[in-house]
């Protein structure tokens, strides 16, 4: 069973920042591309950034020089660094693992903006 486990989110300030993080289990981290996605209250669920196994980045433009993504390999874990956090920001953060063989989804994680 191909498992993400969130987490990192909660309540930060305007400006603040967080580190999500994206624990994979077994060999899922041989996943094409890691992402993160979020959704807010009724909106559809949007892409914020991924990464390939080479390393490739792709941001949407609301995350772009605020955001980063990364892979740590060792530890089977993706990271969202999210800095200038807007109110905007305010979604359940989602992971993502896609291959051609599977497309597996992490539970979320909630991530508020508000002073």
């Given at each position: 069973?191909?498992?993400?486990?969130?987490?990192?989110?909660?309540?930060?300030?305007?400006?603040?920042?967080?580190?999500?993080?994206?624990?994979a289990s077994g060999?899922?981290?041989?996943?094409?591309?890691?992402?993160?996605?979020?959704?807010?209250?009724?909106?559809?669920?949007?892409?914020?950034a991924t990464i390939?196994?080479?390393?490739?980045?792709?941001?949407?433009?609301?995350?772009?020089?605020?955001?980063?993504?990364?892979?740590?390999?060792?530890?089977?874990?993706?990271?969202?660094?999210?800095?200038?956090?807007?109110?905007?920001?305010?979604?359940?953060?989602?992971?993502?693992?896609?291959?051609?063989?599977?497309?597996?989804?992490?539970?979320?994680?909630?991530?508020?903006?508000?002073?």
């Open positions: 069973q191909v498992q993400l486990v969130e987490s990192g989110g909660g309540l930060v300030q305007p400006g603040g920042s967080l580190r999500l993080s994206c624990a060999s899922i981290f041989s996943a094409n591309v890691m992402g993160w996605y979020r959704q807010a209250p009724g909106k559809q669920r949007e892409l914020v390939t196994k080479t390393g490739r980045l792709n941001y949407a433009d609301s995350a772009k020089a605020r955001f980063t993504i990364s892979r740590d390999n060792a530890k089977s874990t993706v990271y969202l660094q999210m800095n200038s956090l807007k109110p905007e920001d305010t979604a359940v953060y989602y992971c993502n693992a896609w291959a051609p063989s599977f497309n597996a989804w992490g539970q979320g994680t909630q991530v508020t903006v508000s002073s």
